[in-house]
């Protein structure tokens, strides 16, 4: 207790109090940096001296992705809710309402459809604020409309991958979410459209060993976490150290996982070249 405490009455001291807001200044995870939250979203969630890629809502990518921050949201199917009506310690149906009032989500896929530097693309980004971007059957529904979307419109399907893998609340409803989606992929190949995948921290488990890894093109972001089982699981099954960097997206650009790794801040421009050479279309760089 402080001598404003003890000694100044209540209503003085309601004066003397200072509001903060709590997100004001954010420290960065890998230099302890403190950066003012205005510059960091400025700068897409990238810390500016150390260059740590922080986590980015769907709708900031999708508004940093396209042409004056302008998409259409795509509508996805509705799928049955708790379909294994499951429960821990709080019923999933309630989780979900929490993280739909949490992030303004329907669930961990938001899809959009806009141009970028002219060039019209579909794309769909996994939010890992929405329960870890676990795939379920929503993500799942989402995924196939998305691509179904740019079959019908002949563009090039872009994803944002972002999640810790199958969605166990689900069973094995969320398991079939991973043929689905393979299945869904091949028909976008069949139409003979580029499907480029952006891989950002982290992208795990099932998601990784579906759709996440059939890309034509595999992009991801510096420092991302990209695997199926994680590094202390690998280490205690093989009991052998892993390398430095195992399952980042530097080491596995390096062993040939990944075609290149691309800072958020140039991944506007370098999606815009690679589907401009894939359609065989000019880009307009002033967009």
Excluded at 39 to 45: K, R, T
Excluded at 102 to 121: C, F, N
Excluded at 162 to 172: D, I, K, P
Aim: aromatic share 6%; hydrophobic share 45%; net charge positive.
């Amino acid at each position: 207790m402080n001598w404003i405490s003890n000694v100044v009455p209540p209503k003085i001291r309601s004066f003397l109090k200072r509001e903060t807001p709590e997100n004001l200044w954010v420290k960065c995870p890998d230099s302890g940096e403190l950066v003012f939250h205005k510059d960091l979203e400025a700068n897409l969630m990238v810390v500016p001296g150390s260059g740590f890629h922080m986590a980015i809502g769907a709708r900031a990518r999708l508004t940093a992705l396209f042409d004056d921050g302008a998409f259409e949201d795509i509508a996805t199917p509705e799928v049955p809710i708790d379909p294994l009506k499951f429960r821990d310690v709080k019923r999933y149906s309630d989780r979900l309402k929490e993280y739909r009032a949490k992030t303004g989500l329907q669930d961990a896929i938001l899809l959009g459809r806009g141009s970028i530097e002219g060039l019209p693309v579909t794309a769909a980004v996994q939010d890992f604020a929405f329960q870890g971007g676990t795939l379920g059957m929503a993500a799942g529904e989402a995924i196939i409309t998305g691509i179904q979307q740019a079959i019908a419109n002949h563009t090039p399907f872009v994803i944002f991958t972002a999640s810790g893998g199958a969605r166990m609340q689900e069973g094995m409803f969320s398991l079939m979410q991973m043929p689905r989606t393979t299945v869904a992929v091949r028909k976008l190949r069949e139409a003979k459209l580029p499907y480029i995948v952006v891989l950002t921290n982290p992208t795990t488990g099932g998601v990784t060993a579906s759709y996440a890894m059939l890309g034509d093109i595999h992009i991801a972001e510096p420092g991302a976490v990209i695997g199926f089982a994680g590094a202390r699981v690998i280490e205690q099954t093989i009991r052998e150290r892993l390398p430095e960097g195992f399952q980042r997206a530097e080491y596995l650009k390096a062993h040939g996982m990944v075609d290149m790794v691309v800072p958020r801040t140039e991944m506007r421009s370098t999606l815009a070249n690679i589907c401009s050479i894939l359609m065989n279309k000019p880009r307009n760089a002033a967009a």
